[in-house]
């Protein structure tokens, strides 16, 4: 029988999706299932997005340019003006979501073997994207007790060798909520210009930072343009994940044509993806506030109610729409498994996405897990009651363990 890849074999499971067959099989069992381990916002998609697939009447579908619809890019252009992130046109390649913008900027920034540091906790597809690319994630880790603030400019510093390629941050964290301070960003930029690197950076929750700081846009900082590799989605502020609409931004010319050989060999972005996009920017202030007051009074109440829990603990996210918590277990993966396949309370189960699989550390994150305030308030706490409960029964299950 042929050998499959090691490339596949070494390809890192989804903490967020590896435990939905679980979730599934718990639904066929009829039980209520609280959703909490996905980023799939249940708010509405801006009526404008609806209304630009009605209006609709092409006679065929065609592929799109590979570096998207000139279109959807100035509009882009005007977007990203609004948060004073002063690029260009030319600047913009639309891409099939912010996945693929990671992957493309990998892949046209690394050879086999380079290294690229992450702040860790980190976005798990980070790593596999990575290995798609034949390069290695070097992690540093920050810790819960911190809040995950940024560690200090020296840590970075003792990781950097001759294959060091850049540095990676999502700014607002996925999974941990922190946004980097200004101070922390100038560090961040210190380092890239001291050492030659490209900085990558991940801001699709750009329109979610509730500690009334400014957003700090890697575009903002000074003398390192050039170094910059914006990765953008409309997934997240708009509530249309499935349209698969992101974006690659760089004013570094010649990144730009490494990345559109990757961009032409696929041929083009979702062309009706596009076209929902473009309609989605003209969403009205009152649609893009009133999402950002929900997700404000959601992550109150989901934080808070952690808080009440006996052994648990999470700090207060500063932007996006996810907290890393810390339960009273001595192996979160084993727990998220087990409210699925062996709890119910009051017909329900809850679906949280273990905190491990976001680092590469051994051992960090095996008592927390990730968990997205994607449903509405009457939701959460019926999740809260639901974990409250599998924590106090699963403390004699552990304890059977612990004496067998």
């Known amino acids: 029988m042929p050998q499959i890849s090691k490339r596949g074999e070494e390809m890192p499971a989804s903490p967020i999706r590896r435990l939905v067959p679980l979730a599934n099989d718990a639904v066929r069992r009829g039980l209520k299932v609280y959703r909490l381990n996905i980023g799939q916002p249940d708010l509405p998609t801006p009526p404008q997005a609806f209304e630009a697939l009605r209006r609709i009447d092409r006679k065929v579908l065609e592929y799109s340019p590979s570096e998207g619809l000139m279109s959807l890019r100035k509009k882009l252009c005007e977007y990203y003006h609004r948060f004073n992130i002063d690029v260009d046109v030319e600047d913009i390649i639309v891409t099939s979501g912010g996945s693929e913008a990671v992957l493309f900027a990998f892949m046209a920034c690394l050879d086999p073997g380079d290294e690229i540091i992450v702040p860790e906790p980190a976005y798990a597809n980070y790593m596999a994207f990575a290995i798609s690319a034949g390069a290695k994630i070097v992690t540093i880790?920050?810790?819960?007790?911190?809040?995950?603030?940024?560690?200090?400019?020296?840590?970075?510093?003792k990781l950097i060798t001759p294959r060091t390629k850049g540095i990676l941050i999502c700014n607002p964290n996925n999974p941990t909520g922190y946004l980097y301070s200004m101070k922390e960003m100038l560090q961040i930029r210190d380092l890239v210009k001291k050492h030659d690197l490209f900085l990558f950076s991940d801001e699709v929750y750009r329109e979610f930072c509730y500690t009334g700081a400014p957003y700090i846009s890697a575009f903002h900082l000074p003398d390192i343009e050039h170094h910059v590799v914006l990765i953008d989605s409309v997934s997240k502020r708009y509530n249309e994940c499935?349209?698969?609409?992101?974006?690659?931004?760089?004013?570094?010319?010649?990144?730009?044509?490494?990345?559109?050989k990757f961009c032409q060999a696929r041929l083009s972005p979702p062309l009706l993806g596009q076209l929902v996009a473009e309609a989605s920017i003209d969403a009205s202030p009152e649609y893009m506030l009133s999402t950002y007051q929900e997700y404000v009074e959601r992550r109150n109440f989901l934080v808070d109610g952690i808080n009440r829990i006996p052994g648990c603990y999470s700090p207060i996210p500063m932007g996006a729409f996810y907290t890393v918590a810390s339960l009273p277990v001595k192996d979160a993966d084993r727990f998220c498994e087990w409210c699925l396949q062996e709890f119910e309370f009051e017909g329900a189960t809850i679906f949280m996405a273990p905190a491990s699989g976001f680092y590469t550390t051994p051992g960090k994150g095996r008592n927390e897990v990730r968990l997205a305030y994607v449903l509405e308030k009457p939701e959460l706490a019926k999740a809260l009651r639901v974990l409250e409960a599998a924590l106090a029964a699963y403390a004699d299950v552990e304890n059977g363990i612990a004496e067998s």
Do not use: D, Q, Y
């Open 242 to 260: 499935g349209i698969r609409i992101g974006a690659l931004i760089t004013k570094n010319a010649s990144l730009r044509k490494n990345v559109m």
């Open 141 to 157: 880790p920050s810790g819960i007790e911190s809040g995950f603030a940024l560690p200090p400019v020296e840590e970075f510093e």
